[in-house]
């Protein structure tokens, strides 16, 4: 399915589930459909399974937004306590459409805690209390955190998911890589096919050597490995540093999880010749979240000026991530959008579209690692592997399963669709904007 088919189903209000293999468009057609929904002025509920993921759209987490938090069950006690909290009640019954993103990363017992909350804030006993829920992710990617011991089922195996009755848009479009053979690596991954050719190209890329002008990001599987090698990078530097600080504004714990979710940090320390990722997208300026560059220098106000890898020169002035409803700012904060990058964590990449990396896949300890981290970069030329384990490759048979489901959901959701007359398109799109709520308690 196309972007342009995908956005047409998804405004006949029906629920959807939007994935595809990274790269492929997903969230860049969230912001459309979100577009879409405030030029028509219809409520919408924007979040995401982390806090990193909501950034990218400007949400919270769906665990802050439906006001479960932590919980993993809700007795009476606690339910009772969620409809009484007034902002939450009001978030939720006056949506019309819930976005999770990153749905992969939710498991199935909070994805269910979810429609309950929904059902009996909105007095309303169809899924999710009669929202247009749109989910999107790739189960391909990295699954729900484990806790200690404990084993989650995925959202799909949810009773919520099964009741939502979903239209599948599946994107098949490439627009992060424009590489035939590794297209072709990431599509055998993704299969659980590795053919002697596949491996033979990921064999290649073993401590090969990378022609880029700047020192590669380093892909590492732990937090840990990431801080001392950026401290250490950058203490190697003699320049003196530059302090920025993050501004906030809004209650202080609306701030907090806009903190937990920006990859921005409270206070940044660059120096030139520091290496640089953008952590906002910028289109009109030139960034996205993932552009590297080096230091240079900064402007007559004291900002850093980056070298991009195609040697543009940026201005780093702050930008501003926010939490919002109805087009009012509940909350936001203002940073340098930049981190360093030396090197970065995999869990922290998901979403990034990179020039070149150096990834270290030999610790490996979830499904989708390897896949999440290889198709973060555009090309072969641009990765670098300094190491990998059995596990690294490998994808959940579960989800191996799924998708060849979802596929084929996708082509017959696509066939539904164009069936109908043009006349009947507009009275199911129309029909859905103008629709009332309609309670069945």
């Given at each position: 399915m196309t972007q342009k088919e995908a956005l047409e189903i998804i405004k006949t209000g029906e629920n959807i589930f939007l994935t595809g293999p990274a790269g492929c468009g997903k969230t860049f057609l969230l912001n459309k459909y979100l577009e879409y929904l405030k030029e028509k002025k219809i409520t919408v509920g924007v979040t995401a399974s982390t806090g990193i993921a909501a950034t990218h759209l400007d949400g919270r987490t769906i665990h802050s937004w439906c006001g479960i938090g932590i919980e993993d069950r809700l007795d009476q006690r606690k339910l009772k306590k969620i409809i009484h909290n007034q902002p939450t009640a009001e978030r939720v019954?006056?949506?019309?459409?819930?976005?999770i993103d990153e749905i992969s990363m939710l498991d199935a017992k909070r994805f269910d805690l979810v429609d309950t909350v929904c059902r009996a804030l909105r007095a309303d006993l169809r899924p999710f209390g009669g929202l247009q829920v749109i989910l999107c992710g790739d189960f391909f990617q990295l699954p729900p955190v484990r806790h200690g011991e404990e084993s989650s089922e995925t959202v799909f195996e949810s009773e919520a998911w099964q009741e939502l009755k979903l239209r599948i848009c599946y994107l098949e479009e490439q627009f992060r890589q424009d590489d035939a053979r590794f297209s072709k690596v990431l599509a055998d991954i993704r299969a659980n096919?590795?053919?002697?050719?596949?491996?033979?190209?990921?064999?290649?890329?073993?401590?090969?050597?990378?022609?880029?002008?700047?020192?590669?990001?380093?892909?590492?599987?732990?937090?840990?490995k990431v801080d001392a090698h950026n401290i250490f990078e950058l203490e190697k530097i003699s320049q003196p540093p530059r302090y920025y600080e993050m501004k906030a504004h809004g209650p202080a714990n609306l701030v907090k999880k806009i903190k937990d979710g920006c990859l921005a940090p409270e206070k940044l320390?660059?120096?030139?010749?520091?290496?640089?990722m953008f952590v906002r997208n910028n289109f009109t300026r030139g960034f996205v979240n993932g552009t590297v560059g080096e230091v240079v220098g900064f402007d007559e106000d004291g900002f850093p000026i980056v070298k991009t890898l195609r040697g543009a020169l940026i201005a780093a002035r702050p930008e501003t991530w926010r939490v919002g409803e109805d087009n009012e700012t509940l909350a936001s904060l203002s940073q340098v959008p930049l981190r360093l990058a030396w090197?970065?964590?995999?869990?922290?990449?998901?979403?990034?579209?990179?020039?070149?990396?150096?990834?270290d896949l030999s610790r490996s300890f979830e499904f989708g690692m390897g896949y999440v981290a290889l198709s973060r970069v555009r090309s072969l030329a641009g990765i670098r592997l300094l190491g990998i384990n059995h596990l690294a490759l490998r994808v959940d048979e579960k989800v191996l399963a799924l998708d060849g489901k979802l596929r084929e959901y996708s082509k017959k959701d696509l066939?539904?669709?164009?069936?109908?007359?043009?006349?009947e398109k507009k009275k199911i799109t129309e029909g859905f904007l103008n629709q009332k709520k309609k309670s069945l308690f």
């Open positions: 019954k006056t949506a019309r459409v819930l976005i096919r590795f053919p002697e050719k596949t491996l033979a190209v990921l064999a290649e890329r073993l401590e090969a050597d990378l022609d880029f002008p700047l020192s590669p990001t380093k892909l590492f599987t732990h937090n840990q320390e660059l120096k030139v010749g520091a290496i640089v090197a970065i964590t995999i869990h922290k990449s998901q979403g990034m579209s990179l020039d070149c990396a150096e990834i066939l539904w669709f164009q069936a109908l007359k043009p006349k």
